[in-house]
C-alpha cells in the first residue's frame, strides 16, 4: 500500500529532480510535486512524496526528516489527508 509524505522547509532552488534522487534513495517513488504559486510559479517551499511500500516511506522519513538539502533543513512528515474547503 502507497503511503504519501508532507515535505516542507524546500530551499526555493531545490528542483523536483533534486527531490525524487534524494527520496528515491529510500524506495520506489510513485509520485512527487513540489507546489508553487499560481502566479509566480515560483516554488512555496513544501511538496509531497508518495512511496510504493509505506515501511520505504517510514524509512525515508526517519533518515531524511532534518536532512540538509541546498541550505534548508527538511521537514518530513506523513502527509494528513486533505481537509475541504470552504468556497465562502
Same mark, same amino acid.
Given at each position: ?10 530551499a526555493?532552488s531545490?528542483?523536483? *529532480?533534486?527531490?525524487? $534522487?534524494l527520496?528515491s534513495?529510500?524506495g520506489? #517513488? ?6 508553487? *504559486?499560481?502566479?509566480? $510559479?515560483?516554488?512555496k517551499?513544501?511538496?509531497? #512524496?508518495?512511496f510504493?511500500n509505506e515501511d520505504d516511506?517510514?524509512g525515508a522519513m ?14 518530513v512528515?506523513e502527509a494528513k489527508p486533505?481537509?475541504p474547503?470552504?468556497?465562502?
Amino acid at each position: 500500500m502507497s503511503k504519501k509524505l508532507f515535505v516542507g522547509n524546500i530551499a526555493w532552488s531545490a528542483s523536483e *529532480d533534486d527531490l525524487h $534522487n534524494l527520496f528515491s534513495q529510500h524506495g520506489e #517513488v510513485e509520485d512527487l510535486i513540489i507546489l508553487k *504559486d499560481r502566479f509566480t $510559479n515560483r516554488s512555496k517551499g513544501f511538496g509531497f #512524496v508518495t512511496f510504493a511500500n509505506e515501511d520505504d516511506a517510514t524509512g525515508a522519513m526517519d533518515a531524511l526528516n532534518g536532512y540538509n538539502l541546498n541550505g534548508r533543513e527538511l521537514v518530513v512528515n506523513e502527509a494528513k489527508p486533505q481537509q475541504p474547503r470552504n468556497r465562502y
